[in-house]
């Protein structure tokens, strides 16, 4: 069983920077790939990035590509998600999930209750 917390939303400007972090309980953190997802008022929640078990696998929706990194600190059971260049579009509820399948297969198996991040214009 892993137990997701998201912490460090808020209200950024355009142009401007936030990180957002998510911190795991459960002994299996080290095994789970890591993802982070968003959902926009009335639009249907989407994928941002994703990283593998070990930290050397990442992939990048295409609308994040370039401006957000997904990284992961397997000794303090954490994910973060640094997001630069935000746009208003970016604005959302965040979410952290984990999985135990690979990067590459299978829906996620633990949600976050998610975060809020406002980007003005």
């Known amino acids: 069983q892993v137990q997701l917390v998201e912490s460090g939303g808020g209200l950024a400007q355009a142009g401007g920077s936030l990180r957002v972090s998510c911190a795991a309980s459960?002994?299996?953190?080290?095994?789970?790939?890591m993802g982070w997802f968003r959902q926009a008022p009335a639009k249907e929640r989407e994928f941002v990035a994703a990283?593998?078990?070990?930290?050397?696998?990442?992939v990048y929706a295409d609308s994040v590509k370039g401006r957000f990194t997904i990284s992961r600190d397997n000794a303090k059971n954490m994910v973060y998600l640094q997001m630069n260049s935000l746009k208003p579009e970016d604005t959302a509820v965040y979410y952290c999930?984990?999985?135990?399948?690979?990067?590459?297969?299978?829906?996620?198996?633990?949600w976050g209750q998610g975060i809020q991040v406002i980007v003005s214009s």
């Open positions: 999930a984990a999985k135990r399948a690979s990067i590459w297969g299978a829906s996620y198996d633990y």
């Open positions: 990283i593998s078990s070990s930290g050397g696998t990442t």
């Open positions: 459960g002994r299996t953190f080290s095994s789970c790939t």
